[in-house]
């Protein structure tokens, strides 16, 4: 197999991490995704993703995918050990319940060509870094919620880490860059830390943008 990604990239961290999770060891092209000559913008890229975005997966068979959760879904379903969702059918559904709530809801509104289009239609740099704040304040507080009302384990869906961790972990980290403190949060906090712990989560964060 063979991922293409950014370092930077929270959508591709969530892939890394899911890999390194399942013990799976894959080629790896960086597809730059910040300037003006980003290499997800150029022909090359968009004729293999017409989407222009990272991750994607190239399977053993040849087969692209993208789309984050959907190639984490493919990877737990490929290499079921150690699962990526919970076994109870309501603990699927939350589990994917806060991965869809950060992945679709938060992310979304923050990536660098929704940032750079906001540069672009003049607005000012410090206008820009409220927005992202506001969007992750708004967004992680729902998910603080969701936790208070059904947390049962040590993670988001019980007491092994699950997709919702995995989407979790990026943005966690992004809020810290942005200048907002987990301990807002106090039960995303908690997780957080456990997932530090962990060495397929700490070492596969984004990376900070240079």
Same mark, same amino acid.
């Given at each position: 197999?063979?991922?293409?990604?950014?370092?930077?990239?929270?959508?591709?961290?969530?892939?890394?991490?899911?890999?390194?999770?399942?013990?799976?060891?894959?080629?790896?092209?960086?597809?730059?995704?910040?300037?003006?000559?980003?290499?997800?913008?150029?022909?090359?890229?968009?004729?293999?993703?017409?989407?222009? +975005?990272? !991750?994607?997966? &190239?399977? @053993?068979?040849?087969?692209?995918? /993208?789309?984050? $959760? =959907? *190639?984490?879904?493919?990877?737990?379903?490929?290499?079921?050990?150690?699962? +990526?969702? !919970?076994?109870? &059918?309501? @603990?699927?559904?939350?589990?994917? /319940?806060?991965? $869809? =709530? *950060?992945?679709?809801?938060?992310?979304?509104?923050?990536?660098?060509?929704?940032?750079?289009?906001?540069?672009?239609?003049?607005?000012?740099?410090?206008?820009?870094?409220?927005?992202?704040?506001?969007?992750?304040?708004?967004?992680?507080?729902?998910?603080?919620?969701?936790?208070?009302?059904?947390?049962?384990?040590?993670?988001?869906?019980?007491?092994?880490?699950?997709?919702?961790?995995?989407?979790?972990?990026?943005?966690?980290?992004?809020?810290?860059?942005?200048?907002?403190?987990?301990?807002?949060?106090?039960?995303?906090?908690?997780?957080?830390?456990?997932?530090?712990?962990?060495?397929?989560?700490?070492?596969?964060?984004?990376?900070?943008?240079?």
């Amino acid at each position: 197999m063979k991922l293409f990604q950014d370092k930077i990239s929270s959508a591709a961290s969530r892939v890394r991490i899911a890999l390194a999770l399942k013990g799976l060891d894959v080629e790896r092209e960086a597809i730059g995704i910040l300037g003006p000559d980003a290499l997800n913008r150029k022909p090359e890229y968009l004729q293999l993703n017409p989407q222009g +975005l990272v !991750p994607a997966l &190239l399977t @053993d068979e040849g087969v692209l995918l /993208t789309q984050s $959760l =959907a *190639i984490i879904e493919y990877l737990d379903e490929r290499y079921p050990e150690p699962p +990526l969702l !919970p076994g109870k &059918l309501e @603990d699927r559904a939350f589990a994917r /319940t806060v991965a $869809l =709530a *950060i992945a679709a809801d938060i992310h979304p509104l923050l990536p660098p060509r929704v940032t750079a289009h906001l540069g672009m239609i003049g607005v000012k740099a410090e206008d820009i870094a409220e927005w992202s704040r506001h969007w992750i304040r708004v967004g992680l507080t729902a998910v603080e919620e969701l936790l208070a009302r059904r947390q049962t384990g040590q993670y988001v869906a019980g007491d092994a880490p699950s997709m919702a961790d995995i989407c979790l972990f990026p943005q966690a980290i992004n809020a810290e860059r942005a200048g907002l403190p987990l301990d807002q949060w106090p039960r995303i906090a908690a997780v957080v830390a456990r997932l530090r712990e962990i060495p397929a989560f700490a070492d596969n964060g984004p990376a900070p943008r240079s």
